[in-house]
């Protein structure tokens, strides 16, 4: 159980276009969702926590209008990155809690975008 | 502030054993997780501590000490695919995961 699945796996896009990211839990409801973003050779960086039905909360240094997300349901969250740009390449990972342990968090296997 | 301390890299041989430790300073405990992170791979769940004591499942353990504000993972006989970044995290007060900036281990034949 505790499955978390993330939409599309890689993208690659030009500059000034927007991507979409889904982030589903597949067999639990997440009251929780969270996005990260992690640069080659660092560690995970927490860009904003998100729960089902309210605004999410970004992290200092983050973009709000530039990093959108979207917390519909209680199995899906989606993270669009508006008018990306080359230093927006990076691996971003969604995960969520309210699986079988509340404390626990349940990682999507990540989204790598490269923007040209 | 909050921080969580771990070393950068370490090395070890195929068939030991490797002790990787974390320590940390935080606002408040709510347990600490230790994730495994292949390269270009999201991190997968190893274990959660929230009392003191060892836990242990297969080859992997962990032990935490809430009063010194430590933990180790301790890895037994170590294979090729344990080569991987191991990070520690912890809970905070508001339920926030705190992470640290993660161990790479390489292991040797």
Known sequence: GAVVSQHPSWVICKSGTS???????????ATTMFWYRQ?????????????????????????????????????????????AHPEDSSFYICSARGGLAAESQYFGPGTRLTVL | GQNIDQPTEMTATEGAIVQINCTYQTSGFNGLFWYQQHA?????????????????????????????????????ELQMKDSASYLCAVLDSNYQLIWGAGTKLIIKP
């Open chain 1, 19 to 29: 991507v979409k990211i889904e982030c589903r839990s597949l067999d639990f409801q």
């Open chain 2, 40 to 76: 270009g791979e999201a991190p997968t769940f190893l274990s959660y501590n929230v009392l003191d004591g060892l836990e242990e499942k297969g080859r992997f353990s962990s032990f935490l000490s809430r009063s010194k504000g430590y933990s180790y993972l301790l890895l037994k």
């Open chain 1, 39 to 83: 640069f080659p050779k660092q560690s995970l960086m927490l860009m904003a926590t998100s729960n089902e039905g309210s605004k999410a909360t970004y992290e200092q240094g983050v973009e709000k209008d530039k990093f959108l997300i979207n917390h519909a349901s209680l199995t899906l969250s989606t993270l669009t990155v508006t008018s």
